[in-house]
T-cell receptor, first 110, second 112 residues
Framework: GIQVEQSPPDLILQEGANSTLRCNFS?????LQWFHQNPWGQLINLFY???GTKQNGRLSATTVATERYSLLYISSSQTTDSGVYFC????????????FGSGTQLTVLP | EAQVTQNPRYLITVTGKKLTVTCSQN?????MSWYRQDPGLGLRQIYY???????DKGDVPEGYKVSRKEKRNFPLILESPSPNQTSLYFC???????????FGPGTRLLVL
């Protein structure tokens, strides 16, 4: 199956700092999403981005499908950004399964 | 309010006692899915459904059943639960396959 690697596994920032999270995948995909799991366990969708660039407030994401990676940018971090960030992908083709990466644990210190 | 709901939120049961975790969405979504989350193993897909009466296996379907008789509901059935099914379960839905998925609040299951 498809391999999904996220880096870094852990990241600690001071409030106000910027960060870049990376998601590498091993094959062509037709679905790529970023999610945030907050400290209470809730999973919140951030972006559906199989290709191109999107922005939503302080967050933006870029996927370069031909090079098999996606980046999530967080600017001016806030303590509420803490949690785990997951990317999830699906192989191009008929299957409709999402495979999740192992996540990046982000801690934003006040 | 647009949402995905799951019930129960917490459940303690014993090995072999059949249980059902319900999932319902009010967004008229076609695609629905079940995941389990385990420490060290991350989130893994159990089953998914492209629409009513259309379901398919994910990565870890063993020991689970699903049905999709109505568009809004996608229950997860454990016919004979075992301790290795102790986990945090999430239901999710999206309008169509290639759209953002929205997750329910999760169901924490403990099988003794």
């Amino acid at each position: 199956g498809i391999q999904v690697e996220q880096s870094p596994p852990d990241l600690i920032l001071q409030e106000g700092a910027n960060s870049t999270l990376r998601c590498n995948f091993s094959d062509s995909v037709n679905n790529l999403q970023w999610f945030h799991q907050n400290p209470w366990g809730q999973l919140i969708n951030l972006f559906y981005i199989p290709s191109g660039t999107k922005q939503n407030g302080r967050l933006s994401a870029t996927t370069v499908a031909t090079e098999r990676y996606s980046l999530l940018y967080i600017s001016s971090s806030q303590t509420t950004d803490s949690g785990v960030y997951f990317c999830a992908v699906a192989l191009s083709g008929s299957a409709r399964q999402l495979t999740f990466g192992s996540g990046t644990q982000l801690t934003v210190l006040p | 309010e647009a949402q995905v709901t799951q019930n129960p939120r917490y459940l303690i049961t014993v090995t072999g006692k059949k249980l059902t975790v319900t999932c319902s969405q009010n967004m008229n979504h076609e695609y629905m899915s079940w995941y389990r989350q385990d420490p060290g193993l991350g989130l893994r897909q159990i089953y998914y459904s492209m629409n009513v009466e259309v379901t398919d296996k994910g990565d870890v379907p063993e020991g689970y059943k699903v049905s999709r008789k109505e568009k809004r509901n996608f229950p997860l059935i454990l016919e004979s639960p075992s301790p290795n099914q102790t986990s945090l379960y999430f239901c999710a839905s999206s309008g169509r396959w290639q759209e953002t998925q929205y997750f329910g609040p999760g169901t924490r299951l403990l099988v003794l």
